[in-house]
C-alpha cells in the first residue's frame, strides 16, 4: 500500500530526480549527431545452405565413366582431367594443379599423374576444410570373380566417380552461397594402383602422400580433412560378384577405424549431423582400418576422417558401374557434407 501511495502522488524530490533523467536522456541522444540516435549497423546476414542436387551429382558420375576407364596413360585418364578442371573453374574456384611422375604397384612404367584442387572462399574466416576423393580408377579388376576379366581395367563407378561427383555438386553449391569458411576441393590422382609392392603403402595412395609433401605455396594448408570414397553404392543385390562376410547388399557406412583414432570429434560431428538429418547409411559401429588418402594427412597432424563403404560387392571389378550405384546414396553423403559447411 505505501508503494502504491508513493507513485499516486510524487514526492519533489522525486519530480527533480525524474527531471534530471530527462536531460540526461536528451544529452545522451544529441551525441550521436543531428539530435537523432544511431542505430548499431546489423549483423551480417547467415549463409544460405544450399541444397544439394542428387540427379546432377550422378550426371557427373556417369560423365567421368563416360570417358572410359580412367587409368594411368590412358586417353580417358587424360580426358578426364580436363574435365574435373573445368567444372571446379566454372563452379568459381582457383584451380591449382599438382603434376607428378610415379611408376605404381600394377606397372613398372612411370606415369604422369595429376592432383587437382580447388580453392573456394579462401579469404573467408575460419579453420580450412579440405574435401577430398581420388578420380582414377584401378587398372586391374583383380577381385573379379571370373579370372578372365582380372586383367581388365576397373569402369569405377562407385570407387573414383561417385565420391568426385559429390564433391563437384558441392562446388556447385558454392555458387548459390559462398561458404562461411575456406574450402578445398582436392581430387586425387593415382590412389587405386596399389597392390603387393615395395612401394610405400605398397602403391597405394600415391597422389595424396606426394601431394602432402609437395604442398603448394600458394594453397592454404587444411586444418581438417574430410575424404569421401566409395559413396555411390545402390542396395540391389548382383547375384555375380561378392564375398561373403566382406560386403553386403546395405549401403553402410560405418565409423572407419583411423579416422576415429585420429579424429574422434570430427567423425562424431559428422555422424550426428547424418542422423539428424535421417541418413540412414551412417552407422554408428565401427569399420576397417582403410589405407586411404586421409592417411597422409593424419599423419601429417591434421584430423582427417574417411567416409567409406567397405566394400560394395562390385569393388575392384568390371561390375563397377553407373547401374551398380544409387542416387540416394550421394544424396546421403553431399547433404551431410553441406550441413556440416553451413549449418554447424
Not at 28 to 52: H, I, L, T
Not at 86 to 108: C, I, K, M, P, Y
Not at 312 to 320: F, L
Request: proline content about 9%.
Amino acid at each position: 500500500m505505501y508503494v502504491n501511495a508513493i507513485w499516486q502522488v510524487p514526492s519533489v524530490r522525486m519530480m527533480r530526480l525524474l527531471a534530471t533523467l530527462s536531460v540526461i536522456l536528451t544529452l545522451g541522444a544529441s551525441c550521436g549527431g543531428g539530435g537523432e540516435v544511431v542505430p548499431a549497423p546489423p549483423a551480417p546476414p547467415a549463409p544460405q545452405r544450399p541444397a544439394f542436387d542428387a540427379g546432377r551429382a550422378f550426371a557427373d558420375l556417369e560423365a567421368q565413366v563416360a570417358f572410359g576407364p580412367r587409368v594411368p596413360g590412358s586417353d580417358a585418364h587424360e580426358r578426364c582431367e580436363q574435365f574435373l578442371r573445368q567444372r571446379l573453374a566454372e563452379a568459381g574456384a582457383r584451380v591449382v594443379t599438382h603434376d607428378f611422375r610415379s611408376a605404381t604397384a600394377l606397372s613398372d612404367t612411370e606415369y604422369d599423374f595429376t592432383n587437382v584442387l580447388g580453392v573456394f572462399a579462401e579469404d573467408a574466416p575460419g579453420d580450412v576444410l579440405l574435401l577430398g576423393a581420388h578420380w582414377d580408377s584401378r587398372a586391374k579388376a583383380d577381385e573379379d570373380p571370373d579370372p578372365a576379366l582380372r586383367d581388365r581395367p576397373v569402369p569405377g563407378a562407385n570407387d573414383g566417380a561417385s565420391g568426385v561427383a559429390v564433391l563437384l555438386e558441392i562446388a556447385r553449391a558454392f555458387q548459390t552461397s559462398e561458404p562461411p569458411r575456406p574450402v578445398i576441393i582436392a581430387l586425387f590422382d593415382a590412389e587405386d594402383q596399389g597392390g603387393t609392392s615395395p612401394m610405400p603403402y605398397a602403391g597405394w595412395i600415391i597422389g595424396s602422400r606426394t601431394l602432402v609433401a609437395e604442398w603448394p605455396n600458394d594453397v592454404p594448408w587444411p586444418d581438417e580433412m574430410i575424404l569421401v570414397d566409395l559413396v555411390g553404392g545402390d542396395e540391389e543385390h548382383n547375384p555375380r560378384v561378392g564375398t561373403p562376410g566382406l560386403s553386403n547388399d546395405v549401403f553402410d557406412l560405418k565409423m572407419e577405424q583411423r579416422s576415429l583414432q585420429a579424429a574422434p570429434d570430427l567423425v562424431d560431428r559428422i555422424w550426428t549431423i547424418a542422423e539428424r538429418r535421417g541418413h540412414e547409411g551412417f552407422e554408428r559401429t565401427v569399420g576397417h582400418a582403410i589405407t586411404d588418402d586421409h592417411v597422409p594427412f593424419i599423419e601429417a597432424g591434421v584430423p582427417a576422417v574417411d567416409i567409406i563403404e567397405f566394400v560394395p560387392p562390385e569393388w575392384h571389378t568390371v561390375d563397377d558401374t553407373p547401374e551398380h550405384c544409387s542416387a540416394n546414396s550421394l544424396e546421403q553423403v553431399g547433404d551431410t557434407l553441406l550441413e556440416f559447411i553451413y549449418g554447424e
